[in-house]
């Protein structure tokens, strides 16, 4: 069955990004979430245009980080489809950068209320991922960054097998349990084809040990982006819904995410 979404270059998905990256882990809470934001604000700020999808659906935290969580619903527009007649799209929540660059986010943060839980089985989360994609006005993308929810199921199998991943980055960090976790994670996008594009160690460093990503990726004969080291200010930037200065204002983690956005 052919990936279609993102291969219909001006087509009326209106979504042409030459490059969708999603971005996994096994495990929850490994930071990557923060790392999908720091690809996508790295590659802004290199110039490229950038959409980002958050695809955790049970817990969105895109909007939180970047202080646009109490945006409400994305506001529409219309486009005429091939049949002459109108449809209507979903404007993607612009995201202002210090550099003056903007990025659109899609998430269900924007739909669902805060404070309540999206009490969804599978079918539902699937369906709300692929509107992000399939019914949002991106427009003409260099990048699409999709923050997908932690671990090998419903929603990375929908993206996978629907979407033309350009490929994927496995976030995790150093312990051996969220290093397990990743190489499932690796081993999914290998059986569903899908290049992986490398693994990204996040919160390398005293609390968790470091170098850890290296060893596995390195017996799996895949590239180590990055290792990012565990900075108070990552965590306070999120917090305060000011991430979107991680790469001038993010201490010790901005460099190496600068780099990993580089070597993807
Ligand atoms: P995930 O998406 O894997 O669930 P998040 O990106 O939401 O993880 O990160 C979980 C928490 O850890 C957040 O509070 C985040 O700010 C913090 N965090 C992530 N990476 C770092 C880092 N390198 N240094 C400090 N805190 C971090």
Not at 73 to 100: A, F, H, I, N, Q
Not at 132 to 137: G, R
Not at 201 to 227: C, H, I, Y
């Amino acid at each position: 069955k052919p990936r279609v979404i993102g291969r219909n270059a001006g087509g009326r998905l209106g979504l042409t990004a030459k490059n969708i990256i999603a971005v996994g882990s096994g495990k929850g809470g490994v930071g990557k979430s923060t790392v999908a934001a720091g690809l996508a604000i790295a590659f802004a700020e290199a110039g490229a245009k950038v959409g980002l999808v958050d695809a955790d659906i049970h817990g969105p935290s895109l909007p939180h980080l970047f202080g646009v969580s109490k945006n409400g619903p994305p506001e529409m527009t219309e486009r005429r489809g091939p049949d002459g007649k109108t449809v209507p799209r979903l404007v993607p929540v612009p995201v202002s950068l210090p550099g003056g660059q903007s990025l659109g986010l899609m998430s269900a943060a924007f739909v669902i209320p805060e404070r309540t839980a999206a009490v969804l089985r599978g079918p539902m989360t699937q369906k709300y991922v692929l509107s992000f994609l399939q019914q949002a006005e991106w427009g003409e993308l260099d990048y699409l960054v999709i923050d997908l929810p932690p671990g090998t199921g419903d929603v990375a199998l929908t993206l996978a097998q629907n979407a033309a991943l350009g490929g994927a980055v496995v976030v995790c960090t150093p312990q051996k349990v969220a290093l397990l976790d990743a190489v499932k994670a690796v081993s999914m996008y290998r059986q569903l084809e899908i290049p992986v594009l490398g693994m990204v160690e996040n919160m390398s460093g005293d609390l968790f040990g470091r170098g850890g990503a290296r060893t596995e990726a390195e017996s799996l004969g895949v590239p180590t982006l990055g290792e990012i080291p565990a900075d108070g200010k990552v965590r306070e930037l999120g917090d305060a819904g000011t991430f979107a200065g991680v790469l001038s204002e993010g201490g010790s983690a901005a460099d190496p995410l600068r780099v990993a956005a580089g070597k993807t």
